[in-house]
């Protein structure tokens, strides 16, 4: 199924990104030709120069102004900043409501950031896979935008996501969703194919740890049935004690969305 009726659904500072993330890629862009394109959407921006002074992404100095951040940050950095404002734009319009917990969904997606930043923190791909933590459930949006109440309604009580079942009900998937807006964001082809296999358990891809552990931990998208969690968690092959880590990701939730 085609998602190109729903693109221009989305929020128009999402489909910004579009056009900044073609610009990034050009290794002669100029920092003032970037922070010009930033500077056309105000909301954007915004959310850009919040992101660029959080801790997930600061590098200790305060920036004040966009072309500061786009100096400071690089181009790479920025690319991953403005997926991640694009992200929380996302979460915060009206798209994803009752019977939804779009808190829920928002919440689930920075703490997926966080543990996928720690597992694979020793790898070279550490600060792409906040990314893809971030957006890994973004297409979840699409489907959304797509089915509308019937998608909502299905989403609020589906677990730990069984994607046959999902193709069975709607003839494609979030994860299929998902890689579309992945490959009009220009993100790598890794990070697409990452996003379309991340909840198949035979895929072997490392996210699959990532999504056990919000499962164990009560951060699923939806309510766990049972709130007693287990006394540790394996993330990267360590043995993490549950309640201190449930305590961190809340913890960094909250400084998300300072």
């Known amino acids: 199924?085609?998602?190109?009726?729903?693109?221009?659904?989305?929020?128009?500072?999402?489909?910004?990104?579009?056009?900044?993330?073609?610009?990034?890629?050009?290794?002669?862009?100029?920092a003032a030709r970037v922070t010009e394109i930033l500077g056309r959407d105000a909301l954007l921006a915004a959310r850009v120069l919040k992101l660029a002074n959080s801790p997930f992404y600061s590098l200790g100095k305060e920036i004040s102004s966009l072309k500061q951040a786009v100096i400071i940050l690089g181009n790479r950095m920025l690319g991953h900043v403005v997926l991640g404002a694009a992200m929380e734009i996302l979460a915060s319009s009206n798209i994803l409501k009752a019977p939804v917990d779009a808190q829920r969904y928002w919440h689930h997606s920075v703490a997926a950031a966080y543990l996928a930043k720690l597992a694979r923190r020793e790898q070279e791909?550490?600060?792409e896979a906040f990314t893809f933590g971030l957006l890994h459930d973004i297409g979840m949006i699409l489907m959304a935008l797509k089915f509308g109440r019937i998608y909502l309604s299905y989403l609020s009580r589906a677990g730990d996501f069984d994607l046959q079942r999902?193709?069975?009900?709607?003839r494609t998937t979030h994860a299929h969703a998902g890689a579309f807006l992945f490959k009009l964001w220009r993100l790598p082809p890794g990070l697409v194919e990452g996003v379309l296999i991340h909840h198949d358990p035979s895929s072997g891809h490392w996210f699959r740890e990532v999504e056990d552990v919000l499962v164990s931990l009560g951060l699923g998208i939806n309510p766990p049935s049972s709130a007693?969690?287990?006394e540790t968690v394996t993330l990267g092959g360590k043995k993490i004690n549950s309640l201190e880590l449930r305590e961190e990701l809340e913890n960094q939730i909250i400084h998300f969305r300072k």
């Open 1 to 30: 199924i085609d998602f190109s009726t729903e693109i221009p659904k989305l929020p128009g500072s999402v489909m910004s990104c579009t056009e900044i993330r073609k610009a990034l890629e050009d290794p002669d862009v100029t």
């Open 125 to 127: 791909d550490a600060e």
């Open 166 to 170: 999902e193709e069975k009900m709607f």
């Open 228 to 230: 007693e969690l287990p």
